[in-house]
């Protein structure tokens, strides 16, 4: 498998689901974890009709600035217009979302809290500085596997 190059890594890491809340929507669950190093946790909703999980399942979250695996820019071409046979980061990952950064807030200590929208399916992180900095950009691509 080929891996994700690093200038189109935002950001990626393990994480462990601690707690899913799915009392709000019928198809969407709030789910709750953090990383190996419990120094990032996350909050994320998720379309359950497409993607389910369960408390401590062990997933791999990415957040990147494209799908290429070359890492050049999409140049405003959608996700799915890819050309017949080509290969993208989403043919890697189970679960994948286009979304747009829309706030950032100082967090304790070191930390910050990253919010993103993946139309109207929450990300929510807290993390060091230095880890979640790469997130200031307009839109990321977010990918999930187990």
Known sequence: MEEQPSDAN???????????????????????????????EFTLDVNTEVYEMQPNDKIELVLASTLSLDGSKDDGKGWRDTQHGETTLADMYDYVCHGKVYRFED????????????????????????????????????????
Do not use: C, W
């Open 10 to 40: 935002l950001f990626k890491d393990e994480f462990t689901v601690t707690a899913i809340n799915s009392a709000k929507y019928d198809r969407v669950s709030r789910i709750s974890g953090h990383n190996t190093t419990r120094d990032v």
């Open 107 to 146: 967090g304790e200590g070191e930390n910050i809290k990253a919010f993103i929208s993946f139309g109207g399916l929450l990300l929510y992180m807290v993390g060091p500085m230095q880890r979640l900095t790469p997130l200031k950009i307009d839109h990321v691509y977010l990918l999930i596997k187990r």
